[in-house]
């Protein structure tokens, strides 16, 4: 029952990761993150819409934090310590919800989609 359990939740973690990254609901607030991650004068962007940029605009990315929003109300306890319990089942979520992602692309759509992020030269040289 409990990997039962773990699968949905896990499920559930994708699917709150594919709303926040790739749907029309979402797109007016990823729109304007990108406004402000991308400045239009070519000035270097500000360090937290860079970071909340990469993050909408990677549903990999995303998908540890979400995880571990989720992993802080669901638990399996494998470890006697909780922090042990907690890391293990945030990887747990990320891993199976990727996995879900990856077999629900591939089954509804036909391929894996990759959102590939537009990098300046200047940031290259950066580093960023």
């Known amino acids: 029952m409990i990997i039962f359990i773990l699968l949905c939740v896990a499920f559930v973690v994708e699917r709150t990761v594919e709303i926040l990254v790739d749907s029309k609901l979402f797109a007016p607030i990823r729109n304007y993150i990108a406004t402000k991650a991308i400045p239009d004068d070519g000035s270097k ?9 990469d993050l909408t605009s990677c549903g990999y990315c995303l998908s540890v934090w979400v995880a571990a929003f989720y992993a ?4 399996i306890n494998i470890a006697e310590n909780k922090y042990a319990n907690f890391l ?7 891993g199976l919800s990727n996995i879900i992602h990856v077999v629900y692309m591939i089954v509804y759509r036909g391929q894996v989609k990759y959102i590939h992020l537009t990098i300046k030269e200047e940031d290259k040289e950066d580093g960023l």
């Open 45 to 53: 962007p500000p360090i937290f819409w860079k970071f909340i940029y």
């Open 72 to 75: 802080l109300f669901f638990t």
């Open 88 to 94: 293990i089942n945030l990887m747990l979520l990320h």
